[in-house]
């Protein structure tokens, strides 16, 4: 392509595109063309271009290079800029032993460039020295390629996340990697704005390795060489700038990059005078309120949970359960082991269960699966290679069971040859051995696996049976295995407590951390460390919000954001200090509960994002933008800027490809404003779309989901060929379950099956009705739901029309017979039905008959590969 160029209109070769004069392009200003390289770009790169023309067109923002329209140029996508004759600092920084002052001048002007971005709550998430644009003559500063440019905090949190994947990584923070549990905000550009200066100053880069992997890991976890010990002459302080800048928490950061230009001036030739007892930092005020994760009062239980890591980490198998109110911190608490988990190269996998989709089986464990396996994908193709091998060497040829359950692993092991078809228990046994065997595959001494299953208190039976495979697995080496719930919540003879207890009862080791409020010195360091104030009243505020909130540290959160967005905490930048209005906050929810406060800052909000959330709260506590703008007919761009609002106030987290609410308790509280009647509504309106939205073909990857919209909406339907659809997408639903052994989620579709079905069913629709029914006995029967099992029988008993279409409901009943040791009634059942199909047998076998069965037996026993006889135990 670019040879279609004349030479000299080149203005930059990039990876993914190219720049060119606009001069012949008959544009009547001066102006350059950003082109695609390909004319079919894939979709990371057309996101990228949409984001950067989003951010540039039409911007106000003096540093940032207007965009002033798309177009085509041959076939291929293009932006057209306004033209800025420049060059970059990457560039610049070709000729070395620039004079310090020169030096310093460019770097206040970047740091001011990037306070303005900043003022306008955009982060741009790429600053690096190709990205900064030095014009010629003025020396003015253009920040460019905002390819990734964000609005307000990012949660980044998936491994193939566009925006991690587009970061330079000598320039990136140690949140923007996605490694550290940390929302990602503006202070990641003062973090790499930290390692441009470094380069500035000192012509080297604080972490110089071409390795990614040991890059990432030095910006995690290393402290690079201060700037004045390789540049002796470099001033001090402009050392400890850099320094700050690049401290690995947000919080230990310069917190504005105004902060940073007040610190950097004083390097300025003559300035130093001005102060001369001038300390680092002491200008460094956003005036924000920077709710940041910290964890305080927590040592002692953060130690506890290190420790069990290192028993995992020596070979041990360990399992603990975290416990305590809604948002006490058990999350928080528990992601604090990522950072020692990740520097023992091992692997931390996490997944939750939804209030919203509470059904799905397994769902929490499918996405720590499917995070691992991006993890995995992530490597390089020897790895890659050695990984698939392990897995394979130890599932066998029963990779199927695998890539049917977990998303993406197809990629990684490749198509699987298809299972033999078995049921019950043998079903259950070969799911079990796979699954067993496959986790044994990744969690080893190099790798020791940690896999953390959020809010069991919503999990399902079949879910908590794999979370108890898991540890009762004998087998089981380098595992921690940990299970979070809130306790308050649970009754003695839910599933879950149920379950512990059974764990005990077998003398599984396992370890219970109770989370608890905060102490009010706690409540204090918080606040203290949160305002960066040592102020002598903070005791004042400590004491209002420790008395409101009761230590709980979800709630002092919202409590803070709340007061800060009335305006009643404000900073006050003449005297440099944090006011609040005593008076008004003793007045503010005087109820005392966490949820009515919460329920207050929602009403707050404009009518329309209200509505959003709502049916974004149907969708879950994770949401994407697709599934929100087909479900509010809303296109994709107003539901942005609409969403705006909430996440500027903490209420949702983005992580680009989608949206979540920052806390359970948000995303409840949001979903209680709905009444029963508008939460059917609104399932309803979901469903109907995401039915829409799939292809036949794949209805059944995507079924879980869809039906548990129908089923929520179910008390709304009336009109009976929808009913039977509905009813007919749960029969799919419960054979996929069944399929992977998740017995009890299967009878639960079944069941919402035959409740949709109408009055006279038997005689209207008589071979689905028959169907349906048949597997619904055989799942309650294999759950162990044995009087269920009875009563469906009894009734198909009752209803079939021929005695073929009774057999399975007597395989049901003759199996709950044996099941309750009654095996001669089960071989008379056995005999009677045997012989209503005119096949006789004696009641007494002689030696032939037994001969002969025998033998019967071995054939059907010598087709069974041998690959899955010795799972059966
Ligand atoms: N020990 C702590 N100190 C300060 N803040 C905390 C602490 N524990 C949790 N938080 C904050 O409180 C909020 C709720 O914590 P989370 O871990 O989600 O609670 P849970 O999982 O128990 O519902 C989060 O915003 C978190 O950053
Ligand atoms: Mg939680």
């Known amino acids: 392509?670019?040879?279609?160029?004349?030479?000299?209109?080149?203005?930059?070769?990039?990876?993914?595109?190219?720049?060119?004069?606009?001069?012949?392009?008959?544009?009547?200003?001066?102006?350059?063309?950003?082109?695609?390289?390909?004319?079919?770009?894939?979709?990371?790169?057309?996101?990228?271009?949409?984001?950067?023309?989003?951010?540039?067109?039409?911007?106000?923002?003096?540093?940032?290079?207007?965009?002033?329209?798309?177009?085509?140029?041959?076939?291929?996508?293009?932006?057209?800029?306004?033209?800025?004759?420049?060059?970059?600092?990457?560039?610049?920084?070709?000729?070395?032993?620039?004079?310090?002052?020169?030096?310093?001048?460019?770097?206040?002007?970047?740091?001011?460039?990037?306070?303005?971005?900043?003022?306008?709550?955009?982060?741009?998430?790429?600053?690096?020295?190709?990205?900064?644009?030095?014009?010629?003559?003025?020396?003015?500063?253009?920040l460019i390629d905002l390819q990734i440019a964000s609005r307000n905090r990012l949660k980044l949190d998936d491994t193939n996340n566009q925006i991690i994947r587009k970061a330079i990584l000598s320039y990136i923070s140690p949140e923007h990697t996605g490694r550290v549990n940390r929302v990602v905000d503006y202070r990641t550009d003062l973090y790499s704005l930290g390692v441009v200066l470094y380069e500035m100053f000192t012509d080297k880069l604080p972490f110089e390795y071409s390795d990614p992997i040991e890059l990432i890991y030095s910006h995690l976890a290393k402290t690079p060489i201060s700037p004045d010990q390789i540049k002796k002459d470099l001033s001090p302080i402009v050392s400890a700038v850099i320094m700050k800048l690049l401290a690995k928490n947000g919080e230990d950061r310069y917190q504005s990059a105004i902060g940073v230009y007040n610190d950097l001036k004083y390097c300025l030739p003559g300035n130093r005078e001005l102060n001369p007892d001038f300390i680092i930092g002491e200008n460094d005020f956003s005036g924000k309120l920077l709710i940041h994760p910290k964890l305080y009062g927590r040592d002692n239980d953060q130690n506890k949970l290190f420790r069990i890591f290192e028993n995992c980490a020596a070979g041990s198998c360990e399992l603990v359960f975290v416990y305590g109110y809604s948002g006490s911190g058990k999350t928080s608490l528990i992601n604090e082991l990522q950072q020692p988990v990740s520097d023992r190269k091992g692997f931390f996998v996490s997944g939750k269960f939804d209030q919203v989709q509470q059904n799905q089986p397994y769902s929490a464990f499918i996405l720590a699966f499917k995070e691992l396996i991006n993890h995995i994908l992530t490597k390089d193709q020897e790895t890659l290679g050695k990984w698939k091998n392990k897995i394979l060497d130890k599932v066998g040829n029963l990779g199927k069971v695998l890539t049917t359950l977990i998303p993406g692993i197809e990629t990684l092991i490749g198509k699987q040859p298809d299972l033999p078809s078995l049921s019950g228990v043998e079903l259950r046994n070969r799911f079990n051995y796979v699954l067993g065997n496959f986790i044994n595959a990744i969690a080893s001494k190099e790798n020791p696996l940690v896999i953390f299953i959020d809010d069991l208190q919503w999990a399902d039976k079949s879910s908590l049976n794999l979370f108890s495979l898991i540890v009762t697995d004998k087998k089981a080496k380098y595992i921690t295995l940990i299970g979070s719930y809130r306790d308050n919540e649970v009754s003695e003879d839910s599933p879950l407590i149920q379950m512990i207890d059974k764990l005990n009862d077998d003398n599984i080791p396992l370890y219970g951390i109770e989370v608890a409020n905060l102490t009010y010195d706690d409540v204090k360091k918080m606040i203290d460390e949160l305002l960066r104030t040592d102020q002598e009243n903070s005791s004042e505020l400590s004491h209002l919000i420790y008395t409101k909130t009761k230590g709980n540290p979800f709630y002092i959160h919202r409590f803070l954001q709340s007061i800060y967005n009335d305006g009643n905490l404000y900073f006050d930048f003449d005297s440099k200090i944090w006011r609040w209005n005593t008076e008004d906050i003793t007045q503010l929810n005087v109820s005392g509960n966490v949820a009515d406060l919460m329920k207050s800052a929602v009403t707050k909000l404009p009518e329309r994002t209200i509505e959003v959330l709502k049916v974004a709260s149907c969708l879950g506590i994770r949401f994407d933008l697709d599934k929100l703008s087909v479900s509010t007919s809303i296109g994709e761009n107003t539901l942005q800027s609409i969403l705006q609002q909430p996440l500027a106030e903490g209420l949702i987290i983005s992580a680009t490809s989608h949206y979540k609410f920052a806390h359970d308790r948000i995303h409840q509280t949001i979903y209680s404003l709905l009444t029963e009647k508008d939460q059917q509504k609104y399932h309803l309106k979901i469903a109907e779309a995401l039915s829409a939205n799939t292809k036949d073909e794949d209805i059944n990857e995507y079924i879980f989901d869809i039906v548990n919209h129908w089923n929520l909406a179910a008390n709304s339907l009336t009109d009976q060929v929808t009913k039977y659809h509905v009813a007919n997408l749960n029969v799919l639903a419960g054979r996929k379950a069944k399929g992977s052994a998740a017995y009890q989620q299967a009878y639960v579709y079944f069941d919402k099956g035959i409740k949709l079905l109408a009055a006279d069913s038997w005689n209207s629709n008589y071979d689905f009705t028959l169907q349906i029914y048949n597997d619904a006995a055989e799942v309650a029967f294999l759950c162990g739901e044995m009087e269920l099992a009875e009563e469906l029988v009894n009734k198909i008993l009752a209803n079939s029309k021929v005695l073929e279409d009774a057999i399975k409901a007597y395989e049901v009943k003759i199996q709950k017979l044996i099941a309750g040791n009654h095996q001669n009634e089960a071989i008379e059942t056995g005999l009677e039905i045997l012989k209503k199909l005119g096949i006789q047998f004696p009641a007494k076998p002689g030696k032939l008959s037994i001969i002969l069965g025998l033998v019967n037996i071995m054939r059907v026993v010598c087709v069974v590969k041998s690959s899955y006889l010795y799972f059966i135990q």
């Open 1 to 142: 392509m670019i040879n279609n160029f004349i030479q000299d209109d080149l203005i930059h070769i990039g990876n993914n595109s190219i720049i060119i004069h606009g001069k012949n392009y008959n544009f009547d200003y001066p102006s350059c063309i950003k082109i695609l390289n390909q004319e079919f770009p894939t979709s990371d790169q057309s996101w990228y271009f949409e984001n950067e023309y989003e951010f540039s067109f039409n911007s106000n923002i003096s540093c940032v290079r207007k965009a002033l329209s798309q177009t085509i140029i041959e076939h291929h996508k293009g932006i057209v800029f306004e033209y800025i004759d420049g060059i970059d600092l990457r560039k610049y920084l070709l000729i070395k032993n620039r004079p310090f002052e020169e030096l310093l001048s460019i770097a206040l002007k970047i740091v001011l460039a990037i306070a303005e971005l900043h003022k306008e709550n955009i982060i741009h998430n790429n600053i690096s020295p190709g990205n900064i644009l030095i014009e010629k003559g003025t020396s003015r500063i253009y």
